[in-house]
């Protein structure tokens, strides 16, 4: 008996040590292998001419989902692309962190079923988050804008929260003067958390969030996703309809990234709309599931929407600087340069040519590409703070 009981203290033991094993370097182990960053050993090269165009720029980027990830992010991390430090040596200015609430096991480009075994929460149980978010994708969504909050709260000259066109000026006003603060605007991967409530949209304004992507990987409340079971025919339902109204009127940002064909038509038949895509490339240029038809990106950019151009292979078809500033050249081909901005997708399980601390070797990729200092100022931030300063 005595024996017996030694066994299972000893399994009970090693169970409880495989325990912290998992939640103290499982999400790290997670995160290194889903976002690495392919810079070259040596570097990319970048000219001190391109360093000098860099830190002379007003620098913002439409997409980073280093919320989900649980990290410090006034600390400098050895993994993942973003955090303040980071962005900082980047000369970023304004940063987009996205909360990403829900991702179907098994996810594709090209078919995910909505009630799909969810990817999320193991990982919000293995993070320790609070168990309240652990299967409620909109306290999932408070939780992540609470760290945020808690982030600036605690270095508000490092990290400022932009919730208006007044937020942004503050802001864009100190850095003129010498200061290295990042703004950060709150956003949703996909409106699931409203739950099919619209009363929850007021509770996630009151949270921070100023942008809300209507859907991300699979159909929703609001209607068809680009990679939903629906198909491109899924277009916006009642309920979605209900929900652009209410952005629209509280200046809230629309992101049409994730969304159907259809859908992506009716939101710019509904008066007023000014949408953005904030992380995709060009499919005429990368033919790739991910990327919107060509006819849809220019009717979101004639409504005086932004379209995001992302730093992954999936949407650039390379990963080289080269190769994004190839995809970006082809958006402003496509659009005009006005219309063209970063959308990095950062943090969102994808790999990267460089980090946000090594952004200035897009500048040197968008010199090499033949772009003005004028156009390579437009697209790495003056686009998205002119939209930003005129929506919010």
Known sequence: MRALRRL?????????????????????????????????????????????????????????????????????????????P?????????????????????????????????????????????????????????????ALQRAADRAPDRLMLIRSAADLQTLLEARQNGARTVGALLGSEGAHPLKGDIANLQVLYGAGFR???????????????????????????????????????????????????QMVRDVLAMPGTRPILSHTGIHSHCPSPRNLPDDLVQAIAARGGLIGIGFWADVVCGDTPADIAAAIRAAIDLVGVEHVALGSDYDGSVGVPFDAAGLAALTQALLDADLSEDQIAQVMGGNMMRYLAETL
Do not use: C
Request: hydrophobic letters at 45%; proline letters at 5%; a negative charge.
């Open 86 to 146: 980071r962005l900082a040596d980047g000369n970023v200015a304004v940063q987009v962190f996205t909360s990403v609430t829900k991702s179907p096991r098994g996810q594709s480009y090209s078919h995910n079923a909505t009630d799909a075994p969810d990817n999320i929460t193991p990982l919000f149980i293995g993070q320790l988050r609070p168990l309240a978010a652990w299967f409620d994708l909109k306290e999932r969504a408070l939780v992540q804008a609470a």
């Open 8 to 84: 299972m203290l000893g399994i009970l033991t090693l169970a409880a040590l495989a325990a912290v094993v998992v939640v103290i370097w499982g999400p790290g182990f997670v995160e290194r292998s889903l976002n690495p960053v392919t810079t070259p050993t040596s570097g990319w090269p970048v000219s001190p001419q391109a360093e000098a165009l860099h830190e002379r720029l007003v620098i913002g980027d439409l997409h980073s989902d280093a919320l989900l990830w649980d990290r410090d992010l006034l600390k400098r991390s050895l993994r993942g692309h973003t955090d303040i």
């Open 211 to 261: 942008l809300l992507g209507l859907t991300h990987f699979f159909d929703n409340e609001l209607g068809g996703s680009l990679h939903g079971q629906a198909g491109a025919s899924a277009g916006l339902s009642d309920f979605g309809r209900q929900v652009v109204t209410e952005m629209m009127q509280r200046r809230m940002i629309i992101d049409l990234a994730h969304a159907s064909p």
